[in-house]
């Protein structure tokens, strides 16, 4: 597509429930991030795919969250048993390649809200 | 591992006035410097990016320096205008050639008119 793309852009769930954030990166772009950004806060780092295999999954703050990839394109991030302090906007971001040559291109972000 | 570290924190200038934004980084190996800016409510979009091999580049009112021994870079803006307000992030390759960015923690960015 033309831009990423990222749903829903808004979702509020009830403490306790799982929700899924969906991510659709640039056509031909292997590499794919997804950060958390709190309210007036900066850009967490939770986990990075190239490709379908995710290489550095150290940003995920607990067991709850998880993530994967599918075809090389889309990719779903996974957060089980929300928590009031999991609000956040979760943004998702895809490069063409190594990062050092390319930079990001961030979606919209969801803005997950967990009453 | 990469820390990014930024300075200020909040900024507040007059219109047409200058605005510099520092940020240190602590990987000698990071090779790759972008700058997002984010708008309110909106995505942080691309603005300016320097390698390592490069000491300064400008494009129009922006402009970004980099000092690899002293390991910081620097975003300029001049001729601030009213919609150059905004948070700014810096942002460090790691792990050499990079499989993601470190960001600092932003600058919030107040262009009085």
């Known amino acids: 597509g033309a831009g990423v793309s990222q749903s829903p852009s808004n979702k509020v769930t009830e403490k306790g429930k799982d929700v899924e954030l969906r991510c659709d990166p640039i056509?031909?772009?292997?590499?794919l991030y997804w950060y958390r950004q709190s309210l007036g806060q900066g850009l967490e780092f939770l986990i990075y795919f190239q490709g379908n295999s995710a290489p550095d999954k150290s940003g995920l703050p607990s067991d709850r969250f998880s993530a994967e990839r599918t075809g090389g394109s889309v990719s779903t991030l996974t957060i089980q048993r929300t928590q009031q302090e999991d609000s956040a906007v979760y943004l998702c971001?895809?490069?063409?390649?190594?990062?050092?040559?390319?930079?990001?291109?961030f979606g919209s972000g969801t803005r997950l809200t967990v009453v | 591992g990469e820390n990014v570290e930024q300075h200020p924190s909040t900024l507040s200038v007059q219109e047409g006035d200058s605005a510099v934004i520092k940020c240190t980084y602590s990987d000698s190996a990071s090779n790759y410097f972008p700058w997002y800016k984010q708008e309110l409510g909106k995505r942080p979009q691309l603005i300016i990016d320097i390698r390592s091999n490069v000491g300064e580049k400008k494009d129009q009112r922006i402009a970004v320096t980099l000092n690899k021994t002293a390991k910081h870079f620097s975003l300029h803006i001049t001729e601030t205008q009213p919609e150059d307000s905004a948070v700014y992030f810096c942002?460090?390759?790691?792990?050499?050639?990079?499989?993601?960015?470190?960001f600092g923690p932003g600058t919030r960015l107040s262009v009085l008119p």
């Open positions: 056509s031909g772009h292997t590499a």
């Open positions: 942002a460090a390759s790691s792990r050499g050639y990079g499989q993601n960015f470190v």
């Open positions: 971001a895809s490069s063409p390649g190594q990062v050092a040559n390319y930079g990001y291109t």
